[in-house]
Every structure is written in C-alpha cells, then in structure tokens.
C-alpha cells in the first residue's frame, strides 16, 4: 500500500532530474559553441550601384527627354501700297447711229428685195357667199431701214395691187389698231372685214399662208409701232 503510494513520487522526482540534466546539456553546448553569428547588416546602398562594393552592373542615369529647338515665327513682309494715280475722266462715247435692219431697203425695192410671206392690205371685196371666201386687195413690199432715231422704218410696198382670196374659216389674228393690243389677238373674218372697210387704205401690214386650195388659211397683223 506504501508503495503505490511512493510511485508517483517517484516519477515525478526522475522527471524533474531528467529536465535538469537536459538543461544543463543545452546550456553547456552554447557556451561550447560560442555566441551564435549575427545577421549580416544590410547594406545601405543598392546592389550594383556604383561606390557599394557588390559585383552588379551599373546602370545609366536617366536622361531629360530631348526637347524640339523653338522655331522663329513666319515673319509677315509689310505691304507697300503703290501710290494712286491720279484719275482721269474717260471721254463721253459719241453718239452713234441706230444700226439699219438687216434686209431692210432704202430705195423702191426691186423683186428680189420682196417679202413672199407679208402684204400690206387696202380693202376687203365680199364674193358670192357660195365660195366661202373673200378678196383681199394687196400689195406686196419689203421693210425700209428708217431713220436712225425711229422705231422701225415703214413697210415700201412696190409693183401693182393684186387680189388673194382669204377662206371665211381662216385663222385671223390682228394687233393694235385693230385691236387694243400690241400682242396678237384672234379675231374673226367678219370682225377684219368690218374694221378694213371702216379705213380703207390703211395700208396693215400682215404675214399669211395659204393652203392647198390657193387660198389663204391663215392670216396674222405685223405689229408696227
């Protein structure tokens, strides 16, 4: 009973001895061995930098990037303005005549001067209402050149009055004075008939154009001034 009793003891003494032991045993090595070697200081200069001892390449020291040189502003040349001459009046144009027509006559015209196309008109004679046409008593003509400060010169009729029958179904227009109009205004056969034989002799001046039949289908004023 005493004996169970003494081996906890026991144990617990050779333990304490053993961690005794072990003790003495580490402490005894470092004291053998000497102080442990400290840590190398760290070098304050970078490795491979120039003055630090160490086997590193150097390196270049950066460079201020290279700048373009000022170019000299485009210098402007002063304008010289050239003295003004002195102005001088250009002389008045001298008047100059109206220049004539072309194909216009000065003189009694011959049958080649002729305008197949224009007649001046006299009188109208009614025919027998059965053909269905008039006469027209005409004489043929050219165009006067006029004098220079005129609007136009006049129709010179020439040669011997001749008749042409005009349908009672033509196409007439007519003018000022038939009309109150300087442009062309259709009008009737019988209107033309009634205005020729109020002035006779007045001498309008018309274009025309006749149709298979001779006669003639068409029939339009001259405007004069």
Partial sequence: MNADRL???VLTLAAGALAAVLTGCQQGGAAAGGAAPSAPAASTSAPGTAGSGGGGTPTAA???????APTAAPTV????KKPASPKTSAPAPKPTAKPAPAGCVDSTPGPDDVDPDEFALYRIEELDGSTGKVNLVVQHGAWGCGSPDSDGGPFVVTGEESRWALDQAAYV??????VTSTENQRI???ELIDWVNAHPDSGLVFRYETGDDGAIHRLEEVFTP
């Fill in 7 to 9: 081996r906890p003891v």
């Fill in 62 to 68: 950066p460079t201020d990037a290279p700048t373009a």
């Fill in 77 to 80: 040349a002063p304008v010289v």
């Fill in 173 to 178: 227009t007519a003018t000022n004075p038939i």
């Fill in 188 to 190: 009737g056969v019988q």
